[in-house]
C-alpha cells in the first residue's frame, strides 16, 4: 500500500489552512493514517530537506519551516505519491495551476503552505523521519470498496 508524507508549513497552520488541505485528501478518496502538529526543531527539517542544502535558499528555507508548528500527515492509497503532487500544485505558486493547493491558497515560493513527498522512497524515509511506527495506524476504511473497483 502506497503512502506519502504531507506536511502543512507553518504558513499553512498560521492561515487556518488545515482543515482545507486535509479537506483536498479526504474528498478525493486517501486514507489518513497519522497526523500530529509539531515543532520538530532546526536539525531535523535541515535533516527533512538535506538535498537542497547546497541551494541560496536552504538557510532561509530551514528558518521558515522552523518559524512555528507544523501539521504533518502520512496519507495512503493507490498512487498517493504522485497525486499528492499533483493535489498540491507546482512548487512555485504563480505557476500553480487554481484547483490546486497552491493554486488557490498562495503566491510566493518561498511560503507555498504545504509540503509533499517527491517519490515512493523519499516518502517511506520522510515518514520514517517524521513518525514512529506506532504512529502509523492500521485500519480498515469503510468507504474502501465505494472508491475502489
Ligand atoms: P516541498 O514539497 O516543500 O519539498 O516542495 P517541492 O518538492 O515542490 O520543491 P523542492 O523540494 O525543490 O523545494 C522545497 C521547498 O523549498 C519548496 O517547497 C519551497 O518552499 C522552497 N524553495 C524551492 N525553490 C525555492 C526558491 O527558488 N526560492 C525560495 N525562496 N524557496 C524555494
Ligand atoms: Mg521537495
Redesign the pocket.
Known amino acids: 500500500k502506497e503512502r506519502t508524507f504531507i ?1 502543512v ?1 507553518p504558513d499553512g497552520v498560521q492561515r487556518g489552512l488545515i482543515g482545507d488541505i486535509m479537506k483536498r485528501f479526504e474528498q478525493r478518496g486517501y486514507k489518513l493514517v497519522a497526523s500530529k502538529l509539531c515543532m520538530p526543531g532546526k536539525a531535523h527539517l535541515e535533516k527533512h ?1 538535506s ?2 542544502s547546497s ?3 536552504f538557510a ?2 530551514v528558518t ?2 522552523n518559524s512555528g508548528p507544523i501539521f504533518a500527515m502520512v496519507w495512503e492509497g493507490k498512487q498517493v505519491v504522485k497525486m499528492g ?1 499533483v493535489l ?1 500544485g ?3 505558486p504563480l505557476e500553480s495551476n487554481p484547483g490546486t493547493i497552491r493554486g488557490d491558497f498562495c503566491i ?5 503552505v ?5 517519490a515512493v522512497e523519499s516518502a517511506q524515509k520522510e515518514i520514517n523521519l517524521w513518525f514512529k511506527p506506532e504512529e502509523l495506524l492500521t485500519y480498515e476504511a469503510n468507504a474502501k470498496p465505494w472508491i475502489y473497483e
Not at 108 to 112: A, Q, S
Open positions: 506536511a508549513k530537506y538535498d537542497l541551494k541560496p535558499f532561509g528555507l521558515y519551516m503532487r498540491l507546482a512548487t512555485n510566493d515560493v518561498g511560503r507555498n504545504c509540503h509533499g513527498s517527491d
